[in-house]
């Protein structure tokens, strides 16, 4: 597989990803796609967003990545780039472990 077809495969799992978490159709995610002005998400949407896409791609999104992330384009990017990474440390026999994933779910007051 080249490349191209990786990066075509890797976009359209990022799109199905974020498409499920915010309830668009994956048509709609283009790489200009404001996240907070166009599809209304909050930072906590956001967090959601990047916890699915660390389970989905077995990476860590760092928190400085995380404050970038201002369209899709930059959701994109960033997966690509920590991929990249992750199967680079790989090769090199690095061993990566998965992230450590928590949900956190918050109720009403239930006195």
Known sequence: MDERNVYGHLEARVRRVVADRVGVDAEQLVPDLLLADE??????????????????FRIRIPD????????F??????????V?????SAEAGDTVPPPALV?????GDER
């Open 103 to 107: 949900r956190v779910e918050v109720r």
């Open 84 to 88: 990249a990474q992750r199967a680079q």
């Open 64 to 71: 400085r990545h995380v404050r970038k992330l201002r369209t």
């Open 39 to 56: 599809l209304a998400l909050d930072s906590l949407d956001v967090t959601e967003v990047v916890l699915d896409l660390e389970s989905a």
């Open 73 to 82: 384009g930059d959701v994109l990017r960033a997966v690509r780039v920590l």
